[in-house]
């Protein structure tokens, strides 16, 4: 169930067998966890040395959007993802330096299960972080995506790195 990379491209099944094709020439040892349209969840042997190699040769690449290492995978919950990234922002993000949040896709209030708004729940997460906010030149950003598990459950994933560690080929894509 664990998967530790996510990589987005153009929908399509050409698209995705094409991309699996690239990752296997550029990553090699990898294992797809689950597949969604234009989304690939995947365990890597090192999510942000997998990201490194795939930067060095974007060229080949001209139909992925995102690869994007995940430090670690929680229940979809406004509360739990707060908690859980301000624990690794403590581990990870120096005391003088700066971060923003960024969230693709919804999360939820625990107590409800209703859908909260990404503004509100970017303030919460941000409010538990005991670091400078900066949102035009953040030295960290904390990435949070939810993305559904086989089809089924949905669960958020947290990465807290450096922004260069995340690579987006096209940007205001999924």
Same mark, same amino acid.
């Given at each position: 169930?664990?998967?530790?990379?996510? =990589?987005?491209?153009?929908?399509? $099944?050409?698209? +995705?067998?094409?991309? $699996?094709? =690239?990752?296997r020439s550029i990553i090699? @040892?990898?294992?797809?966890?689950?597949?969604?349209?234009?989304?690939?969840?995947?365990?890597?042997?090192?999510?942000?040395?997998?990201?490194?190699?795939?930067? @060095? #040769?974007?060229?080949?690449?001209?139909?992925? +959007?995102?690869?994007?290492? =995940?430090?670690?995978?929680?229940?979809? +919950? %406004?509360?739990?993802?707060?908690?859980?990234?301000a624990e690794l922002a403590?581990?990870?993000?120096?005391?003088?330096?700066?971060?923003?949040?960024?969230?693709?896709?919804?999360?939820?209030?625990?107590?409800? &299960?209703?859908?909260?708004h990404s503004l509100d729940?970017?303030?919460?997460?941000?409010?538990?972080? @005991? #670091?400078?906010?900066?949102?035009?030149?953040?030295?960290?950003?904390?990435?949070?995506?939810?993305?559904?598990?086989?089809?089924?459950?949905?669960?958020?994933?947290?990465? %807290?790195?450096?922004?260069?560690?995340?690579?987006?080929?096209?940007?205001? &894509?999924?």
């Amino acid at each position: 169930m664990s998967f530790n990379l996510i =990589i987005t491209h153009e929908p399509g $099944l050409d698209n +995705y067998r094409y991309v $699996l094709s =690239i990752l296997r020439s550029i990553i090699g @040892n990898y294992r797809v966890v689950d597949a969604g349209t234009s989304v690939i969840l995947l365990q890597v042997d090192d999510p942000y040395k997998a990201v490194e190699e795939l930067r @060095n #040769r974007k060229d080949e690449l001209n139909i992925m +959007y995102r690869a994007i290492p =995940i430090d670690v995978i929680v229940d979809p +919950y %406004v509360e739990v993802v707060a908690e859980k990234s301000a624990e690794l922002a403590e581990k990870k993000i120096p005391e003088d330096k700066t971060y923003r949040v960024s969230l693709r896709g919804r999360l939820y209030w625990q107590e409800t &299960r209703m859908p909260a708004h990404s503004l509100d729940a970017i303030k919460v997460i941000a409010e538990k972080i @005991n #670091r400078q906010v900066s949102l035009t030149h953040p030295d960290y950003v904390v990435y949070i995506r939810s993305v559904r598990l086989y089809h089924r459950k949905r669960v958020a994933t947290i990465t %807290v790195t450096a922004p260069h560690n995340i690579l987006s080929l096209k940007s205001n &894509r999924p």
